[in-house]
């Protein structure tokens, strides 16, 4: 069998993402720091599971929007099922309340690699996890570039324009 055949087709214009762990852009955070984002996983038929809030995991409706970014995964890696790996995450996560820097989005997705022992690993963390998605994260089309990357331009352009001008101001005052 042909690995994709295993892996389940992505279908963007429904948001199926199999075996895919998915990110989204967080309003004004990501625009200042594009590293930064809501990150969610998704079941072996494609249903996003994500620590959305306090006590709350969401099923196909992440917290920020529609994933702009995926990773999938392959199946075959899991040594436990992987549906039932996500499920636990999501059981466990629905007691805890959200903490942004410590125990958060990513980490949920952490747990549920972990508990599945993907790639024969439990220390999946959320700095693996982000440092895996900028770098290797492929994008859900030319939308979800411009999501996640033009508000960042646009701001610093702004920045830069506005820096110059003091700058050019000033060096001008000096002069005179």
Partial sequence: MIESETMGQIDFKRDR????IVWTPIPLLTWLFPFIG???ICTSAGVIRDFAGPYTVSEDNMA???PTRY?????HKARSDWDQAV??????YKKRMHNLCCDNCHSHVAMSLNLMHYDSSTHWNMFILGFSMF????YTGIGGVLKTWLPFIILAVVITVIVLVI????STQIRS
Avoid: D, I, V, W
Wanted: proline letters at 7%; aromatic letters at 18%.
């Fill in 17 to 20: 993402f199999p075996f895919c």
């Fill in 38 to 40: 809501h990150m969610g």
């Fill in 64 to 66: 920020f929007g529609r």
């Fill in 71 to 75: 990773l999938q995964y392959s199946p």
């Fill in 87 to 92: 499920h636990n995450a999501s059981e466990e």
């Fill in 135 to 138: 770098f290797r994260g492929k």
């Fill in 167 to 170: 700058a050019g101001a000033t």
